[in-house]
């Protein structure tokens, strides 16, 4: 039994999370901005703490880290397109989590963060192809606020030397059940959220996943083959 706790636990991947992540006997604490979806996770089982990364200080989380004391964080936030705003939750809210973790001497995260997240300048990753290039101007160009925030997050959480992280990138997420998966240096495709939740399950669980970025996309394998792979060969993920 490992227990969780959960910032971002109303959106769609941390339900998920929530309630699969109880039936295989986790204990889930999952952080909500307000009592919206309570009642559903509470349903499923889980322990829900109210508090809003907007307006929450660092002090604030350090206090709900240290009362809960789980043994893994889980970033699940996301503004998305919504206010306040990727730059205040994606980037200032996950950095106010990194600064509790430090503070509260709480080493385990795993952030889920977003495809094609890369300084640009660098160039093509080297395994693109000219659909994944064509799928990456489009993604940048329709969402570069959200991009640019979930960037700048993953660069400050890889000066956190305290931090033990693991970073999952999905593609296009969408609401079909979990299937087959794929894991590591992918072509960009789609990715359920179902998946992503049992994704951070497995990788939360798993020794050697620490300080390693994993895309995460719908595919054919199964989870505990494709992160026994991603250890194993540790140049299948980003690990910068």
């Not at 089982?45 to 990364?53: C, D, P, Q, T, Y």
């Not at 980037?91 to 503070?103: I, T």
């Amino acid at each position: 039994m490992v227990k969780f706790l959960v910032f971002g636990g109303g959106g769609k991947v941390a339900q998920h999370l929530a309630r699969i992540g109880v039936k295989e006997g986790h204990e889930i604490h999952s952080v909500i901005r307000n009592d919206g979806h309570k009642e559903e996770l509470e349903k499923v089982g889980a322990k829900v703490h109210i508090s809003s990364l907007e307006t929450a200080t660092v002090p604030d989380i350090t206090s709900l880290i240290s009362s809960v004391h789980p043994e893994v964080v889980v970033f699940a936030a996301g503004a998305g397109g919504n206010p306040p705003g990727p730059e205040v939750i994606d980037y200032k809210g996950a950095v106010k989590v990194f600064d509790a973790l430090e503070a509260s001497n709480t080493k385990r995260l795993v952030l889920i963060g977003a495809v094609d997240v890369r300084t640009r300048e660098k160039g093509w990753p080297d395994w693109y192809d000219e659909k994944d290039k064509d799928t990456s101007d489009r993604v940048w160009k329709a969402i570069p606020a959200y991009l640019e925030a979930k960037l700048k997050a993953e660069i400050e959480l890889h000066t956190r030397k305290q931090i033990q992280y693991t970073v999952l990138r999905p593609g296009n997420l969408t609401l079909e059940p979990a299937g087959g998966v794929e894991l590591g240096k992918t072509h960009l495709k789609a990715t359920s959220r179902e998946l992503v939740a049992k994704t951070i399950l497995a990788v939360a669980t798993e020794r050697g996943t620490e300080g390693l970025t994993i895309d995460v996309m719908d595919g054919d394998g199964s989870i505990s083959e494709e992160v026994a792979k991603v250890v194993k060969n540790k140049t299948d993920a980003w690990t910068g």
